[in-house]
């Protein structure tokens, strides 16, 4: 998982202060962490970002909220946050500072087909654009923290080939209770103001010609200031970077394809090819020849 190394690498090293970002590679599309981390404003990375694998969060404390698209997500302990492949997100705090507690999974769609048990998996496709939900009952969620628990325990202590064999049947059991759950949208879920929607939903059905933010602006008669400001505020990031970042995610899934690299630069918006190169390299950690590899 290149890509989340990269990610990982990169948060720790902007924001040198990260503790508690161990991550324990189960196997090669599959990889856990469990995170107890004092932030304040400066500190935390909530920078807008987006991976080719599946985040899941079981979320135990902090004042968080997590943006996924065009939703904003404000769990409780023992929520469940599933972030999809190539949708953009982040975790922002509501406080100067909070000690924010979460396990984590990164993972493949092929994760345990190796083991016969893709419908480990059959929760995920529910929730294409993302989700928080919860296990259906005290008895469910109960479940679910104990085998959290007993996880964390095993991989924080080196665990011989024989333990990880059991570390390997708690996540089965996790993903098991993934399955069982009931989603409260209405009371966890919120979206965006629509002149926000709007602006995003035009950015993402037309990144591939914006030229510049102007572009934008002249569209809905606002100034080109206010359309800055507004994504910005909510975002976090600025327009540009973000069309980026989406011509960049587009670019991931024609390569793996098999689109050639010049017809793929242009398909998604960019100029030239050093260019869609360049950004590529700014946004994985590699080249996009480095990442057609992948699929060879």
């Known amino acids: 998982m290149k890509l989340l190394s990269h990610y990982i690498e990169n948060q720790k090293s902007f924001y040198p202060k990260i503790v508690n970002w161990e991550n324990y590679a189960i196997n090669d599309t599959l990889f856990y962490s469990y995170r107890s981390t004092h932030y304040d404003r400066r500190t935390h990375p909530s920078q807008l970002h987006y991976h080719d694998y599946y985040e899941l969060v ?3 404390g902090g004042d968080v909220k997590y943006l996924c698209e065009s939703s904003v997500y404000h769990p409780k302990s023992g929520d469940v946050i599933l972030i999809p492949p190539q949708k953009f997100h982040c975790s922002m705090i509501k406080t100067e500072e909070t000690h924010y507690k ?3 999974f ?3 769609p092929e994760t345990f087909d190796g083991i016969g048990q893709g419908a480990l998996l ?3 496709k529910c929730f294409r654009d993302g989700a928080i939900f919860t296990p259906d009952t005290a008895e469910l969620r109960r479940e679910l923290l104990e085998a959290l628990d007993a996880l964390k325990l095993i991989w924080q202590n080196d665990p011989s080939p024989l333990e990880r064999s059991l570390g390997l049947s708690y996540i089965i059991k996790i993903f098991y209770i993934f399955n069982k759950h009931s989603l409260k949208p209405e ?3 919120e979206t965006f ?3 926000l929607r709007m602006l995003q939903g035009y950015i993402d059905e037309n990144y591939r010609q914006i030229t510049s933010v102007s572009d934008i602006a002249k569209h809905f008669f606002y100034s080109r200031e206010y359309v800055s400001r507004l994504f910005k505020k909510y975002f976090d990031i ?3 970077d973000y069309i980026m970042k989406r011509r960049v995610a587009e670019s991931q899934m024609l390569i793996s394809q098999g689109v050639s690299l010049i017809d793929t630069a242009y398909r998604v918006g960019f100029g030239s090819l050093s260019t869609f190169i360049r950004a590529f390299r700014s946004v ?3 080249t996009p020849s480095e990442y057609r590899k992948l699929f060879q």
Do not use: D, L
């Open 58 to 60: 079981v979320f135990e």
């Open 284 to 286: 994985t950690g590699m």
């Open 102 to 104: 979460r396990h984590v």
């Open 193 to 195: 103001p629509e002149n």
């Open 122 to 124: 059959s929760f995920t």
């Open 238 to 240: 600025t327009i540009s």
């Open 187 to 189: 009371e966890k879920t």
């Open 106 to 108: 990164y993972f493949y």
